[in-house]
């Protein structure tokens, strides 16, 4: 099992930038997919970013290329999301999330999830 919290949320102006951290408890973080979701209010969790366990593989979602990078730190049991050039339609609750077994876009996919951090971006 990993226990997931999420930090560095918080309110930005749009062209602005943050930095969301996911730390994991437990010994075995090296061993899994880490995605970011986000789900803005009355939508549905949408994907965001995966990253491998190595951390060579990435995917991002259109609406994010190029803006948002994920990266992770092994020996810090954290995963991050960088996110640039942001937009008010970036606006939403980040989730990180976890899985041992699939590299996937799909959030029914991740067994573990965090509580969420919120990301506000004004106009």
């Known amino acids: 099992q990993v226990q997931l919290v999420e930090s560095g949320g918080g309110l930005v102006q749009a062209g602005g930038s943050l930095r969301l951290s996911c730390v994991a408890s437990g010994r075995t973080f090296s061993s899994y997919i880490m995605g970011w979701f986000r789900q803005a209010p009355g939508k549905e969790r949408e994907f965001v970013a995966v990253i491998s366990w190595s951390g060579i593989s990435t995917v991002y979602a259109d609406s994010v290329k190029g803006r948002f990078t994920i990266s992770r730190d092994n020996a810090k049991n954290t995963v991050y999301l960088q996110m640039n050039s942001l937009k008010p339609e970036d606006t939403a609750v980040y989730y990180c999330?976890?899985?041992?077994?699939?590299?996937?876009?799909?959030?029914?996919?991740?067994?573990?999830w965090g509580q969420g951090t919120q990301v506000t971006v004004s106009s």
């Open positions: 999330a976890a899985d041992l077994k699939t590299f996937s876009t799909k959030p029914y996919v991740y067994d573990y």
